[in-house]
């Protein structure tokens, strides 16, 4: 970069050039204009996405930026913990997929740690029998894949890898500063219009074109599926990939819960956290400028106050939330879309081994089973977890003893469906969430760029919805905010960007 003039020499026949020197620069390309960082910015929602937002927004724009975080229930959003007997429990968001290096880092910054693992054997159950089950032995676990699929398991590895190795590229792109304003440029930027086209098609579409069974969909992806998105083999190929590399790789997850990744980040950027509701954003202008009026609603009252840039990280559709956007010319109109309702039930107690052909409970040797997609089925999954604090002497109780076991279904568990998974029980606990988008209603994603500087986190859960998704999309929003207010134009939407960060120092 070139020094200030201040620090030229002196002595230097500078007069004499300087018309031809302005000649010059008119006919450059105007370089960024060098602007005042923002005074103040709202960030709707302190969920993860809020959280990681507001740590990258102040990673690109500075301390010195005030920064309100407005959360309508508790931090941490959707990352949250059940207590039974005094024990934390992960309730909703619980594994992490070992590539996920935005959340590696935030556990780095943060000083968290990895909580240990505790190994766990998985099933996966017709509703009648188990339709295949793991062992001990790895090489027994192989050729029961071959033997039941053939090779369809290698052709998914191949397939899954594939899609991780081009969305890894997102982290270059993310540290040599370039951001999408729209979630089918990033797309595109890592896997061409492939990706894009990942999310119009179904999984189930694209991995048969690879080769893997129908028999290997119906048995082992939809299980995958129906476990951590409760829906079918229909959701779009890219949701699908993300959540099936979960299932294949290993998973991690932080040790006293994952919410402490959401407060540790707001802490850590001193972030002022307002608890209230906001219920819309206004457009005034001031100076030629926009300037957004957050309107909010809390114990005390409703109020309102101005910001310079906003990020909105609650998903924005009908059946969420009641959020008005009022000035805006054109208009900000809802996004048609619906979620997914999903219940976890935390049930404390004796499995009812025989339900699943294992009349002495001593026997029952699974953690986890999944489930095919048959009706009248009327749970998704269920596993035995264990706490969020996972002390060196922890062991798992034997499947005979009282164990926590986190259940997911569509509809809240009536008395016999418990008495059909549970011989008894001290206590359930049981959360209905809005959790992921409902996939099969998916049509064009939602946009990034909701005014000059108002910004939307949460249309990238059309794409995928996990954690990481949504710390690449903070990551994403923050570079694109600052890009753009410094008008830093070469840095957003560049295409061959795998070339341009080869040849970039
Ligand atoms: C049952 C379940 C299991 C899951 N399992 C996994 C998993 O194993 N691995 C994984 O990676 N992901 C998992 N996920 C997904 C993951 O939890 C989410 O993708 C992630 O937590 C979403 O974070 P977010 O900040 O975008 O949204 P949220 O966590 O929903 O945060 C949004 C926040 O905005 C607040 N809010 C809403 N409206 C307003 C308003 N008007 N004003 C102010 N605040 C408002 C909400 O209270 C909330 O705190 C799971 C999700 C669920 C529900």
Redesign the pocket.
Known sequence: MAPPPAALPPLLPVLPVLPALAALLAALPAAPAARAAPRSIAV???????SAAAYFLQQHFGPQVQLDV?????V????ATVTVNKQQYES?????HALSLHMQDFVKILGLKHRREVAGKSAIFSGEHFVLEETDWYLLNLFRLWWHYGISFLRLQMWVEEVMEKFMRIYKYQAHGYAFSSLEELLRSLGGEAFVNMTQRSVAESLLEVGVTQRFVDDVIAAVLRS?YGQSVLVPAFAGAMSLA?AQGSTWAVEGGNKLVCSGLLKLTKANVIS????GISLHSSEGRALYQVHYESPEGQGSAFYDLVVV??PLHPSR?N?TFDNFDPPIADFPAAFQP?V?SVVHGYLNSSYFGFPDPKLFPFTSILTTDTPDLFFHAMDNICPVNISAAFRRKQPQEAAVWRV?SQQPLDKPQLKTLFRSYYSVQVTE?Q??PRYDAAKALPPVVLHENLFY??GV?WVA??????AVAAKNVALLAYNRWHQDLEKIDQKDLMHKVKTEL
Request: hydrophobic letters at 35%; charged letters at 15%; proline letters at 0%.
């Open positions: 709707v929602g302190a969920g993860l996405g809020g407005y959360e309508a229930a508790g941490g959003g959707r990352l909703r968001g619980a594994s992490i951590s979960g209230a509701r906001v219920t990280t609650t939330s959020f999903s976890t997911l969430r959790a992921h986190l949460s859960e919805s996990s954690m990481e998704m949504i």
